[in-house]
C-alpha cells in the first residue's frame, strides 16, 4: 500500500451546494411537494457526508466501500467523495519512550539499557492499513532493535578503537536508528533520531563490574606510566653519554635504569640516598 493524493475540491464549494439544496427542499415541503421534498433531503444528506477539516500535520486516509481513495494532506476545509469515511493520522514529530530493558552486552554481562526515539508518519496509507496499530508497532519494534543492538557490543572497553556501548555512544545511536528505520519503514514511519538515555550494569553485578573497571583503569594507567619511564630512562642515558658528562659502563647503566624506573614507577615520592665517600 503506497499513499497517494485523494480527489478533494474547495470545500466551501461543497458547503455551498449543500446549503442550496438545503433550501430546495425546505421549499419543496412548504409547497407541499413532499416526494421531492424527500428526495432533495436525501441528495442534501448524502452531499453533506463529503465535507472535511483537515488540521494541520494532519492527514485523512479516505475510504470508499473498503477501497482507499486517497489521502487528504493539506489543512483546510475539503470537499471530498461522499459516503465516504476517513481515518485521522498524525504527521507531527513525536517521541517514544523505550522502558528500561535488562539485557546481556556480547560479554555476557546483565546491564540495564533505554532510549528515546524521535519519529514521524511519512505514508498514512502504510501506518492505516499496513500494520494494525503502527503506534504499538513502534513501541514493540524499538524493544527489539535496542535489544538487539545492545547484544552486539561489550558494556566498556579500554582497547584504543574498540566500539563498546558506553565509549561509543553516537556509532551505537547511529546504529539503532538505521536499525530502526528498517524494521518501521513498513508502517510508513521516518525514524528521525535514536538515542540512549540510560546505561547501567544490573544491580546484582553492579558492585563487581565497578572494581573491574578500576582495576582495569589502574592496568591501563600503569602501562602508560611505563612505557613513559622506559623513554625517559633511555633519553637521559643517551643525553648523558652524548654531553660526555660521564662515561658509564653497562653495569652502571643498569643501575641508573633501575633508580630511574623506581624513581618515576612508584607511587610514592623516592628518597634519595647521598653518597658522601668512603672512610678507607
Known sequence: MV???????NGFIGVLVVLILLGVSIYAFVINQIA??????????????????????????????????????????WYVIPLSYDRKISLRVRNF????????????????????VVFK????????FDVDDYE????IQS??????????????????GGYSLRGTGKEVADELCKELQERLSLAGVKVMEARLTHLAYATEIASAMLQRQQASAILAARQKIVEGAVGMSQMAIERLQDDGIVELDEERKVNMINNLLVAIISDRGAQPIINTGSLY
Open 136 to 139: 504499538e508497532f513502534v513501541e
Open 36 to 77: 421531492w421534498g424527500v428526495i432533495f433531503s436525501t441528495i442534501t444528506v448524502i452531499l453533506a457526508s463529503g465535507i472535511r477539516v483537515v488540521q494541520p500535520n494532519e492527514a485523512r486516509t479516505v475510504i470508499f466501500f473498503g477501497n482507499y481513495v486517497g489521502t487528504v494532506r493539506q489543512p483546510g476545509l
Open 121 to 128: 508518519v511519512v505514508d498514512s496509507a502504510k501506518a492505516v
Open 97 to 116: 519512550n523505550c522502558k528500561t530493558l535488562k539485557v546481556n552486552d556480547v560479554d555476557g554481562n546483565p546491564i540495564e539499557i533505554a532510549a528515546v
Open 143 to 160: 524493544e527489539t532493535a535496542l535489544r538487539h543492538v545492545a547484544t552486539g557490543y561489550p558494556y566498556d572497553t579500554y582497547e584504543e
Open 3 to 9: 499513499e497517494r493524493r485523494a480527489w478533494a475540491i
